[in-house]
Nanobody
Framework: QVQVPESGGGLVQAGGSSRLSCVAS????????IGWFRQAPGTEREFVAA????????YYPDSLKGRFTISRDDAENAVYLQMNDLKPEDTAVYYC??????????????????WGQGTQVTVSS
């Protein structure tokens, strides 16, 4: 069983920055593909970012490229999501997810095996 609690959410003003963290326990973290998703009230969960084992490859939806950056520190079993120039529409619960068995569908939540409980990010205008 892999646990991936998130931290770092909170209230941010529009135009500001925030960094989310996800520190895993259990399993062999360095082998896992890690993703971030978010869900705003009344909407489906959407893909935010993903990072390959070793951190050589990162993936983002076109709408978030240039503002969000995913990174990982395997020595700390941690993945980070740096969010810059935040907008009110970024308000959502953000989730970290672990993919133990890479199948290539990094933007599909069905790809992932373990999920954190989520952390709320609220961007005020």
């Amino acid at each position: 069983q892999v646990q991936v609690p998130e931290s770092g959410g909170g209230l941010v003003q529009a135009g500001g920055s925030s960094r989310l963290s996800c520190v895993a326990s259990g399993g062999t973290f360095y082998r896992y593909f890690i993703g971030w998703f978010r869900q705003a009230p009344g909407t489906e969960r959407e893909f935010v970012a993903a990072i390959s084992w070793g951190g050589d490859y990162t993936y983002y939806p076109d709408s978030l490229k240039g503002r969000f950056t995913i990174s990982r520190d395997d020595a700390e079993n941690a993945v980070y999501l740096q969010m810059n120039d935040l907008k009110p529409e970024d308000t959502a619960v953000y989730y970290c997810a672990v993919d133990r068995n890479w199948r290539g569908q990094y933007a599909n939540e069905e790809e992932y095996d373990y999920w954190g409980q989520g952390t709320q990010v609220t961007v005020s205008s």
